[in-house]
């Protein structure tokens, strides 16, 4: 019997993310709350940028941002969300990191998931992912489901399936 596993990455697609952000500017520029505030989301390398005169309305492009982003498929768990910081002229700006891989951490939770449920299954950390392997694909599915249940707070995808 072939040997079959499967990976479990963490990734953002940056593409849905680049068009949830043009749809929100789409609804920010033309909602009446919004509209005259100088209030813009961008995208500057790896890292989403919101900018907005008050908190308050921080708040409101913040919640057009998150809707979209749903509606496009991003998972608001792979998104980490900074402080509110004054920026010039009496606006303010908060920077949003996207997730790119799994942490250490996180990824030795994983393997102790995968451990715990004594399944003959192996996990292994490979840089950013971890890759899990087993003889019997229905074992796999079963830590997959486990794996689905557990909040361990990161977005995960499962990837590679053989």
Excluded: H, W
């Excluded at 490979?126 to 909040?151: E, P, W």
């Amino acid at each position: 019997m072939a040997e079959s596993s499967f990976d479990v990455v963490s990734s953002v697609d940056l593409q849905e993310v680049k068009n949830a952000i043009s749809q929100a500017m789409k609804e920010i520029t033309t909602r009446f709350d919004l509209k005259a505030t100088g209030s813009d989301v961008s995208l500057q390398g790896e890292e989403i940028v919101i900018t907005s005169a008050d908190e308050f309305k921080m708040k409101a492009v913040r919640d057009v941002l998150e809707t979209r982003l749903v509606k496009r498929n991003v998972p608001l768990k792979a998104l980490s969300f900074g402080t509110m910081d004054k920026a010039l002229g009496g606006t303010v700006r908060q920077k949003v990191s996207m997730q790119k891989g799994i942490p250490t951490d996180k990824a030795r939770e994983i393997v102790k998931i995968v451990k715990n449920s004594k399944r003959k299954v192996q996990a292994a950390i490979q840089g950013d992912q971890v890759r899990i392997s087993g003889k019997n694909k229905d074992d796999l599915q079963a830590v997959m489901q486990s794996l689905k249940a557990a909040d361990l707070g990161i977005d995960m995808q499962f990837t590679n399936y053989r």
